[in-house]
């Protein structure tokens, strides 16, 4: 059983930053890949950026690459998402979510999902 809890969103302006903490309870947060997902109004849930149970392997959307930086500190059960110049089209509630060894860009492979951090970015 895993349960995640997401913090740091907020309002940003186009070009600032923000980061997001994906905070996981259970001891074996280390067998689990881990990815952002964001989901804005009236749209699907997308994939934003992956990375696998030991941090060496990550994986971004297109839209997102350069940008953001997606990083975990098993020590601390917590995984980050750094975003960097943030753009109006990145407002969307933020959700991390974790699956068992591996990762995935479909959200369907996800057991595990947080409740979700809201990030607007205002020109």
């Known amino acids: 059983q895993v349960q995640l809890v997401e913090s740091g969103g907020g309002l940003a302006q186009a070009g600032g930053s923000l980061r997001l903490s994906c905070a996981a309870s259970?001891?074996?947060?280390?067998?689990?890949?881990v990815a952002w997902f964001h989901q804005a109004p009236g749209k699907e849930r997308e994939f934003v950026a992956g990375?696998?149970?030991?941090?060496?392997?990550?994986d971004y959307a297109d839209s997102v690459k350069g940008r953001f930086t997606i990083s975990r500190d098993n020590a601390k059960n917590t995984v980050y998402l750094q975003m960097n110049s943030l753009k109006p089209e990145d407002t969307a509630v933020y959700f991390c979510?974790?699956?068992?060894?591996?990762?995935?860009?479909?959200?369907?492979?996800?057991?595990?999902w947080g409740q979700g951090t809201q990030v607007t970015v205002s020109s």
């Open positions: 990375i696998d149970r030991s941090g060496a392997s990550t």
């Open positions: 979510a974790a699956m068992f060894t591996g990762t995935s860009r479909y959200a369907r492979n996800y057991y595990y």
């Open positions: 259970g001891r074996t947060f280390s067998s689990y890949g």
